[in-house]
């Protein structure tokens, strides 16, 4: 991987695990799975365009890419966290 790409190696590695979380929501959502996986690789080779292409603007501001993209992955975390609490409170009782 080249030098200047490396600093983006933790937004693909969250991203990705992202991606797994939103098709698991899917199919517990019983969404369709053909087309939850057509929208899937639609999903990823966007990004992979985005990515292969943007870079050059981006890596001025990568710093700030990586600090906007772990803050959202944390706060959608923690808005996963608060929404499981009811059902995990009625649980303990």
């Known amino acids: 991987m080249e ?5 983006f190696s933790g937004l693909l590695i969250f991203g990705n695990i992202e991606n797994l979380i939103l098709a698991a929501q899917g199919v517990g959502a019983c969404v369709n799975p053909l087309i939850l996986g057509c929208l899937s690789l639609i999903a990823v080779v966007c990004w992979l ?3 292969t292409y943007g870079t050059r603007v ?3 501001y ?3 890419i990586n600090f906007i993209g772990g803050l959202a992955i944390f706060i959608l975390g923690i ?8 059902g995990m409170l009625a649980f303990s009782h």
């Open 58 to 60: 981006a890596i001025k």
């Open 79 to 86: 808005q996963a966290m608060l929404e499981s609490l009811p």
């Open 3 to 7: 030098p200047e790409l490396k600093q």
């Open 49 to 51: 365009l985005i990515g």
């Open 62 to 64: 990568a710093r700030h």
